[in-house]
């Protein structure tokens, strides 16, 4: 066997291709289990049950296969549990196909591997504590640890009591006595639903060890029986408790909805560990619903330490379907919010969730103004009470460290030691030279370096179109109050510089207010002087909402116009007709010149068309109707 | 008592020229008072009151100059003068409604025209008349009837029929409503020529015999040649009633179909906006034929029913920038726009604009005058900021030009002059009670020099702060500004302003206004010193 067949789950990215390296005769001889495997539609559970029973078959078929078959079989399935690792039926059938292929201890181990993947499900821990107490039963330290795990993770469920019966039958069968009235204590404070019958076991066990319970339990009965009664409710309405893709019935998501608000409000002053649990069983059939963890967020903000809120904000980032911002974005505002409580694991926490946001999201700018504020605030920390040139140090090394990774960027040499440069992408640079620049210019106010930065980065094609570089630039000059690199600006815009037309409105409308505040008559009149197609008040005000507009000085009509698109579309706007036309038209020609010298004969462009064209005939309709 | 001392002293009579005198924007009472009057008076001939005519006259007039765009009376005016043989008159109405549309008037010239018809015996006067109405009426898509009227004159006066072929030539190319009646009348005169020769009116003999082959000295037998030669032109003559067949369906389906009102209403009437929508959208097909004296027609034509909104106006004034460079002309008709429309802001803001591009420094200041005492001489107290914005610009702009050349003292110049730098705190101490507060101080903070930044801060920022102002105080926006004051003044080194804000701006806040201002404080913070993000915090909100 080799080394790679004992990958789990965690630590080995399963192989792209599962059949690669096949013997092509056993893949000719298994042509549907190709064929299920192409053709598998990741949205349709069906078509995964599908492959599951191929693969089933298969395994009857040959018994014991060779080892890359084994493999090529298991990674099919590794592939498909690590995609949905909440489809606890297919851990189950995975169980039973690593026994038959190879034998118990990897059966166990797939089932280790579900209950850390699918940590809150209550048939895996079964299963997984069954097999344990089965097959080890002398590991009875093991077993209890495990048995102590499961406890926290679906020992509060409503449906828990084949759990509860399973480990009071371990404790029973050490004659562990104290620990049994342990658990039995625990288990009365719990709404389950058998909570009677674990009531009735106790107080037996009580008279039949003739211990003396802890503290009064039928006034603690009175009150688990109150929350049973008061959730049935909801738990009775509850159609599909486990995983499955497609929609979650509308029924059942309002059921959930009105639960959650029923346990969360706070005057009912439940448990906390007992919401958790509704969350965590809530979170099974609905893990892609965004609303539901934000609510699970919101409670855990209210009052919990940050590692658990973290640590749920953290699995719903790695859940939820990629186009769900809203939370996304909501933990990195709590990062920041948070950041003075633990600057050093917020910032790490900070950067690896922007590492992991920008792998998903590539097009996403503002996560790059996000990182380097949080770099800057928490590597080049300096404060005022500090003496200058320390804080001007920090300064300068920040513009440097910004300088040498687009430096290695654009020459393809990224350093991955350094994080920023790990970042960096054709989307987000822009945001990065605007940084330098902006550090440049407002902080080490060196305005020669700043305009060099201008001139060599307009150039780059990756920077040519960004927004907060070129309302930097413009910034830049109006802090000079430079008027001759603004109107050379201003008229590039839209044709050399393309921007999003709202911005350059924006950039339009101010300029020009700028240029009224600021310059004055004579200066006006000789900047158009010489160009007579620019002058720095009227041009911004045709130019709004017109990018591509260029005054004209007295233009005849253009002998090609008909070629034109605007011509081709004029009243239509998108639908381009050959429209017929006299060519040597004399409409314009007033009848006191007509005398002059003879009409010419007309001459016809797209008379072949006009039967291709077809307008609706509203006027020979109207006519008609009117003669009617 | 004579007629004219009865309807003086008639208590109907004082209503109407009561209620004309405290409305005389509204049309309802103007016609009610003429047609009161022209009732009293009926019947109206040359032996009516002197005083009665005189009062007529003077109605008709004053309503005329109040509404200048209502065709119909400068008619009814021109013909009740005509009917008292005053035909100079006569003319000199006519002639003043049509100088109100630029001679772009259909309606006018028709009814002119026809009155023409009558009084001018000259015939080169007359057609001189038609031609002018011609050049400037004559591609209006319903100007059938004055074509109608024009062969009419042509083919009574004409010995020759060479004018009246090379006007129905001329017609039959135009995109007319009625073109088919042309092509009848074409067709006929075509089938009534019985000499081959005369086929020379038509076209040149050239033509004739390159494009039709036909030869008009054909030697042979005419008549079966003059047949076949008929049918030539015949066939040329459906080709192009095609095309124009094809152009006046594409114009009536898509834009005349669905315009109604081709008349003025008064400025309460309301045109729905399915037919502003067709008036701009053929106005922008009629710009794309590139065929310019439609395309100042269909402008004029559109502003009659749309005289009231600002967008007609805007939209003329920007084609004759744009395709025609005709800056003149944009400012004559953004003027007389702001006669007309009810919303001005738009149109002055543009109108200022063209002037400072024609360099009519002069009519600038009168026109920023004229806003000025509009608004009674407090133009911040106007509720339309873009109003008082464009006023405070163009004003600014003015005052720079005052100065800047003699004096080196920066605070009597541009808006911090005292008397306009008065209006800006004025208009800031509304507070809420006024729009544009935001962008007004957005504005102020662009100011980059020592001196006017320490003026700004201390005649605005601290000013606003000592005075207490809330609406400000707890508004993000005001402090970001604050903040940026200082940031961008090129004077200070990096140290001094983020310690001068960090350490004397921020302490400044009310920390009851810690949550409306934390948001954008924060954005400022992250953008220019990240680092102080932790001060701020503290600063502002509670330990966690």
């Given at each position: 066997m080799t080394d790679e067949t004992n990958f789990t789950i965690e630590v080995i990215e399963p192989r792209a291709d599962a059949l690669r390296g096949l013997d092509s005769l056993f893949l000719q001889d298994n042509a549907a289990l190709v064929q299920t495997y192409r053709n598998m539609d990741w949205s349709d559970i069906s078509s995964l049950t599908q492959m599951v029973d191929v693969i089933e078959q298969t395994v009857v078929k040959y018994g014991d296969p060779n080892d890359s078959i084994k493999l090529a079989l298991e990674t099919i399935l590794w592939q498909i549990l690590r995609k949905y690792p909440l489809l606890f039926g297919f851990w189950k059938r995975f169980t039973t196909i690593e026994y038959q292929l190879f034998g118990l201890k990897k059966s166990i181990e797939v089932l280790a591997t579900s209950v850390k993947w699918f940590p809150t499900s209550l048939e895996l821990w079964c299963d997984y504590l069954n097999v344990l107490c089965v097959n080890n039963p002398n590991e009875k330290d093991f077993i209890r640890n495990n048995f102590h795990i499961a406890k926290d993770l679906i020992g509060e469920q409503f449906l828990s009591h084949p759990f509860w019966d399973k480990f009071i039958e371990f404790e029973v069968r050490q004659e562990n006595w104290e620990n049994v009235q342990t658990i039995y204590e625990y288990i009365i404070e719990i709404p389950l639903h058998q909570y009677a019958r674990f009531f009735t076991s106790y107080k037996k066990l009580l008279n039949e060890r003739n211990f003396k319970p802890k503290r009064d339990i039928d006034t603690v009965l009175r009150r688990t029986q109150t929350i049973v009664n008061e959730i049935w409710q909801f738990e009775s309405k509850i159609k599909q408790p486990f995983f499955n893709l497609g929609q979650v019935l509308q029924d059942d998501l309002k059921n959930w909805s009105q639960y959650l608000n029923f346990v969360t409000n706070a005057s009912k002053s439940l448990d906390k560990k007992f919401i958790m649990s509704i969350f965590d069983r809530c979170l099974i059939p609905c893990v892609y619903n965004e609303k539901v963890w934000l609510m699970y967020i919101n409670l855990l903000t209210r009052e919990d330490s940050y590692e658990i809120t973290v640590g749920i904000y953290q699995k719903a980032s790695k859940v939820?379907?990629?186009?769900?911002k809203t939370l996304r974005y909501d933990f990195i505002k709590y990062l920041k919010k948070n950041y003075r409580l633990n600057n050093v694991l917020f910032s790490k926490i900070f950067n690896e969730t922007v590492s992991h946001f920008l792998n998903i999201w590539p097009n996403d700018i503002s996560l790059m103004t996000e990182y380097i504020c949080m770099w800057k605030r928490h590597s080049f920390k300096n404060s005022l009470d500090q003496p200058p040139r320390e804080i001007l140090e920090k300064q300068t090394s920040f513009a440097k460290i910004l300088e040498t990774s687009i430096t290695n960027y654009l020459t393809k040499q990224t350093d991955p030691r350094v994080h920023l440069q790990t970042l960096i992408n054709d989307k987000n640079l822009s945001i990065v030279v605007v940084e330098l620049i902006k550090t440049t210019w407002l902080v080490l106010k060196n305005n020669m370096q700043t305009r060099k930065y201008f001139n060599f980065y307009q150039k780059n094609s990756l920077i040519k179109d960004s927004v907060p570089f070129w309302l930097t630039y413009y910034k830049f000059e109006k802090s000079n109050v430079n008027f001759t690199r603004l109107n050379k600006f201003i008229k590039e815009l839209g044709v050399e510089i393309y921007l999003p037309t709202t911005i350059m409105n924006d950039i339009l409308t101010d300029y020009k207010t700028f240029y009224l505040m600021h310059s004055n008559i004579v200066a006006y009149e000789t900047s158009t002087l010489d160009s007579?197609?620019?002058?720095?008040i009227l041009y911004p005000e045709m130019k709004i909402s017109n990018p591509q507009y260029e005054p004209v000085a007295g233009v005849k009509p253009n002998a090609e116009w008909y070629k034109r698109t605007e011509w081709k579309e004029a009243g239509h706007v998108g639908i381009m007709i050959e429209r017929p036309q006299i060519s040597n038209s004399i409409i314009e020609c007033n009848s006191r010149n007509l005398v002059q010298k003879p009409i010419t004969l007309p001459n016809f462009r797209n008379l072949e068309k006009i039967n291709q064209v077809k307008i609706n005939d509203l006027y020979t309709e109207e006519f008609l109707k009117e003669r009617k | 008592m004579d007629k004219y001392t009865a309807l003086i002293h008639d208590e109907n009579f004082s209503t109407l020229t009561l209620n004309v005198s405290r409305y005389p924007k509204s049309l309802a009472y103007w016609e009610k008072l003429l047609n009161y009057i022209v009732k009293a008076s009926a019947p109206i001939c040359k032996s009516t009151e002197p005083q009665l005519l005189k009062l007529i006259r003077c109605t008709y007039s004053s309503m005329l100059n109040e509404f200048p765009y209502l065709e119909n009376y400068y008619i009814d005016f021109a013909l009740l003068e005509y009917k008292l043989g005053n035909v100079s008159m006569s003319h000199k109405i006519f002639q003043r409604g049509l100088q109100a549309f630029n001679q772009r008037s259909l309606l006018l010239w028709t009814s002119y025209l026809k009155f023409c018809n009558n009084v001018i015996s000259h015939q080169k006067q007359l057609f001189k008349k038609y031609e002018t109405a011609e050049e400037y009426v004559g591609l209006h898509f319903f100007s059938g009837e004055f074509w109608d009227l024009y062969l009419e004159q042509i083919s009574s006066r004409c010995t020759s029929s060479k004018k009246y072929w090379n006007v129905l030539r001329k017609i039959l190319e135009i995109p007319l409503h009625s073109f088919s009646k042309f092509y009848a009348l074409w067709l006929q005169r075509i089938d009534d020529i019985m000499d081959l020769k005369q086929l020379s009116q038509l076209t040149s003999k050239d033509e004739l015999l390159k494009k039709l082959k036909i030869d008009i000295n054909y030697s042979g037998r005419k008549g079966p040649y003059l047949q076949d030669a008929k049918k030539k032109l015949k066939k040329i003559t459906k080709e192009m009633y095609m095309v124009v067949q094809y152009q006046v369906l594409e114009i009536y389906s898509i834009f005349e179909s669905k315009i109604y009102i081709n008349y003025y209403t008064s400025p309460e009437t309301l045109v729905s906006s399915d037919e502003i929508e067709t008036w701009i959208k053929y106005l922008d097909y009629t710009i794309t034929l590139q065929t310019d004296s439609l395309t100042h027609l269909n402008f004029q034509r559109a502003l009659l029913p749309l005289a009231h909104y600002d967008l007609v106006w805007i939209k003329y004034s920007k084609w004759l920038i744009n395709s025609k460079n005709d800056l003149l002309g944009a400012k004559n008709v953004l003027l007389m726009g702001l006669k007309f429309s009810l919303k001005k802001t738009e149109i002055i803001k543009l109108l200022y604009s063209v002037i400072c591009k024609l360099n009519e420094y002069v009519l600038l200041r009168d026109l920023l005058e004229k806003i000025e005492s509009s608004y009674?001489?407090?133009?911040?107290?106007?509720?339309?900021?873009e109003i008082f914005w464009d006023y405070l610009q163009f004003k600014t702009f003015c005052q720079n030009s005052l100065y800047s050349s003699r004096y080196s003292d920066s605070q009597s110049n541009g808006l911090l002059n005292k008397e306009l730098f008065d209006k800006v705190w004025k208009r800031l101490s509304c507070k809420e009670k006024k729009s544009g507060q935001e962008i007004l101080l957005n504005n102020l903070v662009q100011f980059y020099s020592k001196d006017t930044v320490e003026f700004v801060e201390k005649n605005i920022f601290q000013k606003i702060i000592e005075s207490g102002w809330e609406y400000y105080l707890q508004n993000g926006m005001f402090w970001n500004c604050y903040c940026r004051l200082i940031y961008f003044d090129t004077s200070r080194s990096y140290l001094d302003k983020r310690q001068y804000i960090v350490r004397k701006i921020w302490p400044q806040i009310d920390k009851k206004f810690a949550q409306s201002v934390l948001p954008s404080l924060t954005e400022f913070c992250q953008s220019y010193f990240p680092e102080e993000m932790d001060t701020l915090e503290e600063m502002f909100t509670e330990e966690p």
């Amino acid at each position: 066997m080799t080394d790679e067949t004992n990958f789990t789950i965690e630590v080995i990215e399963p192989r792209a291709d599962a059949l690669r390296g096949l013997d092509s005769l056993f893949l000719q001889d298994n042509a549907a289990l190709v064929q299920t495997y192409r053709n598998m539609d990741w949205s349709d559970i069906s078509s995964l049950t599908q492959m599951v029973d191929v693969i089933e078959q298969t395994v009857v078929k040959y018994g014991d296969p060779n080892d890359s078959i084994k493999l090529a079989l298991e990674t099919i399935l590794w592939q498909i549990l690590r995609k949905y690792p909440l489809l606890f039926g297919f851990w189950k059938r995975f169980t039973t196909i690593e026994y038959q292929l190879f034998g118990l201890k990897k059966s166990i181990e797939v089932l280790a591997t579900s209950v850390k993947w699918f940590p809150t499900s209550l048939e895996l821990w079964c299963d997984y504590l069954n097999v344990l107490c089965v097959n080890n039963p002398n590991e009875k330290d093991f077993i209890r640890n495990n048995f102590h795990i499961a406890k926290d993770l679906i020992g509060e469920q409503f449906l828990s009591h084949p759990f509860w019966d399973k480990f009071i039958e371990f404790e029973v069968r050490q004659e562990n006595w104290e620990n049994v009235q342990t658990i039995y204590e625990y288990i009365i404070e719990i709404p389950l639903h058998q909570y009677a019958r674990f009531f009735t076991s106790y107080k037996k066990l009580l008279n039949e060890r003739n211990f003396k319970p802890k503290r009064d339990i039928d006034t603690v009965l009175r009150r688990t029986q109150t929350i049973v009664n008061e959730i049935w409710q909801f738990e009775s309405k509850i159609k599909q408790p486990f995983f499955n893709l497609g929609q979650v019935l509308q029924d059942d998501l309002k059921n959930w909805s009105q639960y959650l608000n029923f346990v969360t409000n706070a005057s009912k002053s439940l448990d906390k560990k007992f919401i958790m649990s509704i969350f965590d069983r809530c979170l099974i059939p609905c893990v892609y619903n965004e609303k539901v963890w934000l609510m699970y967020i919101n409670l855990l903000t209210r009052e919990d330490s940050y590692e658990i809120t973290v640590g749920i904000y953290q699995k719903a980032s790695k859940v939820l379907p990629l186009d769900f911002k809203t939370l996304r974005y909501d933990f990195i505002k709590y990062l920041k919010k948070n950041y003075r409580l633990n600057n050093v694991l917020f910032s790490k926490i900070f950067n690896e969730t922007v590492s992991h946001f920008l792998n998903i999201w590539p097009n996403d700018i503002s996560l790059m103004t996000e990182y380097i504020c949080m770099w800057k605030r928490h590597s080049f920390k300096n404060s005022l009470d500090q003496p200058p040139r320390e804080i001007l140090e920090k300064q300068t090394s920040f513009a440097k460290i910004l300088e040498t990774s687009i430096t290695n960027y654009l020459t393809k040499q990224t350093d991955p030691r350094v994080h920023l440069q790990t970042l960096i992408n054709d989307k987000n640079l822009s945001i990065v030279v605007v940084e330098l620049i902006k550090t440049t210019w407002l902080v080490l106010k060196n305005n020669m370096q700043t305009r060099k930065y201008f001139n060599f980065y307009q150039k780059n094609s990756l920077i040519k179109d960004s927004v907060p570089f070129w309302l930097t630039y413009y910034k830049f000059e109006k802090s000079n109050v430079n008027f001759t690199r603004l109107n050379k600006f201003i008229k590039e815009l839209g044709v050399e510089i393309y921007l999003p037309t709202t911005i350059m409105n924006d950039i339009l409308t101010d300029y020009k207010t700028f240029y009224l505040m600021h310059s004055n008559i004579v200066a006006y009149e000789t900047s158009t002087l010489d160009s007579n197609d620019f002058d720095p008040i009227l041009y911004p005000e045709m130019k709004i909402s017109n990018p591509q507009y260029e005054p004209v000085a007295g233009v005849k009509p253009n002998a090609e116009w008909y070629k034109r698109t605007e011509w081709k579309e004029a009243g239509h706007v998108g639908i381009m007709i050959e429209r017929p036309q006299i060519s040597n038209s004399i409409i314009e020609c007033n009848s006191r010149n007509l005398v002059q010298k003879p009409i010419t004969l007309p001459n016809f462009r797209n008379l072949e068309k006009i039967n291709q064209v077809k307008i609706n005939d509203l006027y020979t309709e109207e006519f008609l109707k009117e003669r009617k | 008592m004579d007629k004219y001392t009865a309807l003086i002293h008639d208590e109907n009579f004082s209503t109407l020229t009561l209620n004309v005198s405290r409305y005389p924007k509204s049309l309802a009472y103007w016609e009610k008072l003429l047609n009161y009057i022209v009732k009293a008076s009926a019947p109206i001939c040359k032996s009516t009151e002197p005083q009665l005519l005189k009062l007529i006259r003077c109605t008709y007039s004053s309503m005329l100059n109040e509404f200048p765009y209502l065709e119909n009376y400068y008619i009814d005016f021109a013909l009740l003068e005509y009917k008292l043989g005053n035909v100079s008159m006569s003319h000199k109405i006519f002639q003043r409604g049509l100088q109100a549309f630029n001679q772009r008037s259909l309606l006018l010239w028709t009814s002119y025209l026809k009155f023409c018809n009558n009084v001018i015996s000259h015939q080169k006067q007359l057609f001189k008349k038609y031609e002018t109405a011609e050049e400037y009426v004559g591609l209006h898509f319903f100007s059938g009837e004055f074509w109608d009227l024009y062969l009419e004159q042509i083919s009574s006066r004409c010995t020759s029929s060479k004018k009246y072929w090379n006007v129905l030539r001329k017609i039959l190319e135009i995109p007319l409503h009625s073109f088919s009646k042309f092509y009848a009348l074409w067709l006929q005169r075509i089938d009534d020529i019985m000499d081959l020769k005369q086929l020379s009116q038509l076209t040149s003999k050239d033509e004739l015999l390159k494009k039709l082959k036909i030869d008009i000295n054909y030697s042979g037998r005419k008549g079966p040649y003059l047949q076949d030669a008929k049918k030539k032109l015949k066939k040329i003559t459906k080709e192009m009633y095609m095309v124009v067949q094809y152009q006046v369906l594409e114009i009536y389906s898509i834009f005349e179909s669905k315009i109604y009102i081709n008349y003025y209403t008064s400025p309460e009437t309301l045109v729905s906006s399915d037919e502003i929508e067709t008036w701009i959208k053929y106005l922008d097909y009629t710009i794309t034929l590139q065929t310019d004296s439609l395309t100042h027609l269909n402008f004029q034509r559109a502003l009659l029913p749309l005289a009231h909104y600002d967008l007609v106006w805007i939209k003329y004034s920007k084609w004759l920038i744009n395709s025609k460079n005709d800056l003149l002309g944009a400012k004559n008709v953004l003027l007389m726009g702001l006669k007309f429309s009810l919303k001005k802001t738009e149109i002055i803001k543009l109108l200022y604009s063209v002037i400072c591009k024609l360099n009519e420094y002069v009519l600038l200041r009168d026109l920023l005058e004229k806003i000025e005492s509009s608004y009674s001489d407090n133009v911040e107290n106007v509720d339309d900021f873009e109003i008082f914005w464009d006023y405070l610009q163009f004003k600014t702009f003015c005052q720079n030009s005052l100065y800047s050349s003699r004096y080196s003292d920066s605070q009597s110049n541009g808006l911090l002059n005292k008397e306009l730098f008065d209006k800006v705190w004025k208009r800031l101490s509304c507070k809420e009670k006024k729009s544009g507060q935001e962008i007004l101080l957005n504005n102020l903070v662009q100011f980059y020099s020592k001196d006017t930044v320490e003026f700004v801060e201390k005649n605005i920022f601290q000013k606003i702060i000592e005075s207490g102002w809330e609406y400000y105080l707890q508004n993000g926006m005001f402090w970001n500004c604050y903040c940026r004051l200082i940031y961008f003044d090129t004077s200070r080194s990096y140290l001094d302003k983020r310690q001068y804000i960090v350490r004397k701006i921020w302490p400044q806040i009310d920390k009851k206004f810690a949550q409306s201002v934390l948001p954008s404080l924060t954005e400022f913070c992250q953008s220019y010193f990240p680092e102080e993000m932790d001060t701020l915090e503290e600063m502002f909100t509670e330990e966690p």
